[in-house]
C-alpha cells in the first residue's frame, strides 16, 4: 500500500469547514484513498471513500486532485462531536478483492467551541 | 446485534497466561480483520480472514499470536504467554464482500498484562 503523509494536529472552531489534507503522492492507478475517524475509546469509523472524482455523502466531501498525488477531506460544519483523529488510507484493490487497510497515525482534530 | 461485537471489553491478566479474545462480525460479512491499537498510535494490522482462511497474517508478531475463524463467522484470537508488551486494544473489524469495502470496526477489547 503507498504510505499517506498527514499532519499530526488541527484545530478548527466549531461550526466552520474543517479541511483535513492527506498526501499520497506514490499512490497507484488502482489504489483508493479511505478516511477513516477514531472518537476517543471507540473503534474507527468508516467516512468516505474515492478513485478519483471528488465524492460526497452526508458525513463529508473528498476531494481528490486531478494527479491524485493528494486529497483533502471537508467537513463542512465541524461540531464538538467531530473532535478525533482522522486517518487517510491508500487502498488496492484487485481481481482478488481488497487489499488489507493499514492504518498510520492520522490527524488529531480538535474542534474549539 | 446488528454491528461487530467483542468480547470480553476488559481482559486482565497475569504475564505468562493464556487470552483468547472473541469477535462476533456483521452477519453475512465474509472479510475479518484482526488490529491491535497501543495509546497514541494508529491501529496495527495484524490478520485477515476471507471466509475460513487467514488470507494475510503478516502483521502477526511472533508465534505466540493465533487467530482461528473455523466456521467464517466468529473469530478467536489467541495470545500464549502473554508479555507486558501485549497490553493494548485488540480491535476487529469486518466487511462485507461486494460494495465500497469499508470495514466496520467493533469497540475493542482492551488487554492488560501485569
Known amino acids: 500500500d503507498a504510505k499517506t503523509t498527514q499532519p499530526t494536529s488541527m484545530d478548527c472552531a466549531e461550526g466552520r469547514a474543517a479541511n483535513l489534507p492527506c498526501n499520497h503522492s506514490t499512490i497507484s492507478g488502482n489504489e483508493y484513498v479511505y478516511w477513516y475517524r477514531q472518537i476517543h475509546s471507540q473503534g474507527p469509523q468508516y467516512i468516505i471513500h474515492?478513485?478519483?472524482n471528488n465524492e460526497t455523502n452526508e458525513m463529508a466531501s473528498l476531494i481528490i486532485t486531478e494527479d491524485r498525488k493528494s486529497s483533502t477531506l471537508i467537513l463542512p460544519h465541524a461540531t464538538l462531536r467531530d473532535t478525533a483523529v482522522y486517518y487517510c488510507?491508500?487502498?488496492?484493490?484487485?481481481?482478488?478483492?481488497?487489499?488489507?487497510?493499514?492504518f498510520g497515525t492520522g490527524t488529531k482534530l480538535q474542534v474549539i467551541p | 446485534g446488528a454491528g461487530v461485537s467483542q468480547t470480553p471489553s476488559n481482559k486482565v491478566t497475569e504475564k505468562g497466561k493464556y487470552v483468547e479474545l472473541r469477535c462476533d462480525p456483521i452477519?453475512?460479512?465474509?472479510?475479518l480483520y484482526w488490529y491491535r491499537q497501543s495509546l497514541g498510535q494508529g491501529p496495527e494490522f495484524l490478520i485477515y480472514f476471507q471466509g475460513t482462511g487467514a488470507a494475510d497474517d503478516s502483521g502477526l508478531p511472533n508465534d505466540r499470536f493465533f487467530a482461528v475463524r473455523p466456521e467464517g463467522s466468529v473469530s478467536t484470537l489467541k495470545i500464549q504467554r502473554t508479555e507486558r508488551g501485549d497490553s493494548a486494544v485488540y480491535l476487529c473489524?469486518?466487511?462485507?464482500?461486494?460494495?465500497?469495502?469499508?470495514?466496520?470496526f467493533g469497540e475493542g477489547s482492551r488487554l492488560t498484562v501485569l
Open positions: 474515492g478513485l478519483k
Open positions: 473489524a469486518s466487511s462485507q464482500p461486494l460494495g465500497g469495502g469499508e470495514l466496520f
Open positions: 488510507i491508500v487502498r488496492g484493490r484487485g481481481s482478488g478483492g481488497y487489499q488489507k487497510v493499514t
Open positions: 452477519s453475512g460479512h465474509t472479510a
